[in-house]
């Protein structure tokens, strides 16, 4: 029959198609996702590792996780509710907090020649946040993964020579928590004393044989 347009139902014309259920709850970027997983042709068949990293309001989490056809594979997790076994006194929250895990997710993982792709979900990135502070920790660390101290603390982009400037100190005085409620209460001495044993301790497998009690400032 010849039918025209008059005789066509409104569902002919209707595109929509819903997004997957985990788009929709703000989940997963299923679009930046097929980006991390993309190999190269002459590596096929060899799935990436991922450093996911993820924030709560009391933690943050940081995993290397492998593709698989089946689901992803968690290989090695770590928390900063952990840190406080390893002597760490300052918040959980805070930017030395992010480094320190960092350093212990990177002391669980065994040195290969593959490289790891930083995955940080929906979290935005700006200068000097938490997230930064896990991926600069795993790279001071020996682990093979992509990352520019551009936008960590001390960074900034200056408009007259349209390049961005990094300042070493102000990433430091960071990571040593000179910024954080403890140092008020201690000093910067003592908690940079703190951090270096933290770390000391977290490269030997050293752990302290108490329960652990999530500080929060």
């Known amino acids: 029959k010849n039918r025209n347009s ?45 450093l996911v990293i993820r924030r709560t309001n009391r933690y943050l989490t940081a995993q ?6 089946d689901g992803d594979l968690c290989l090695i997790s770590a928390s900063t509710e952990e840190l406080p076994s390893y002597g760490f006194r300052a918040s959980l929250s805070s930017y030395c907090a992010a480094y320190s895990l960092g350093v212990l997710i ?19 990135i700006t200068v000097g946040c938490n997230i930064l502070g896990v991926i600069k920790g795993a790279f001071d660390s020996k682990m093979r993964i992509n990352f520019s101290d551009k936008k960590s603390p001390g960074g900034s982009y200056d408009e007259d020579s349209k390049k961005w400037i ?9 990571i040593m928590g000179f910024n954080t409620k403890l140092c008020g209460e201690i000093g910067q001495e ?24 999530a500080r929060k400032e």
Do not use: F, W
């Open 6 to 50: 008059e005789h066509k139902k409104s569902s002919y014309y209707s595109n929509y198609i819903v997004k997957k259920r985990r788009r929709l709850q703000s989940k997963t970027d299923y679009q930046l996702r097929a980006k991390l997983l993309t190999t190269d042709k002459n590596r096929y068949n060899s799935s990436k590792l991922r």
């Open 64 to 69: 290397i996780i492998r593709y698989s056809k």
């Open 106 to 124: 990177a002391s669980r993982h065994e040195e290969s020649e593959d490289m790891i792709v930083p995955d940080t979900g929906l979290e935005r």
């Open 166 to 174: 990094y300042d070493p100190e102000e990433n430091r005085r960071r």
């Open 190 to 213: 003592e908690i940079e004393n703190n951090i270096k044993l933290c770390h000391e301790n977290i490269r030997n497998g050293k752990r302290e044989n108490k329960e652990i009690i």
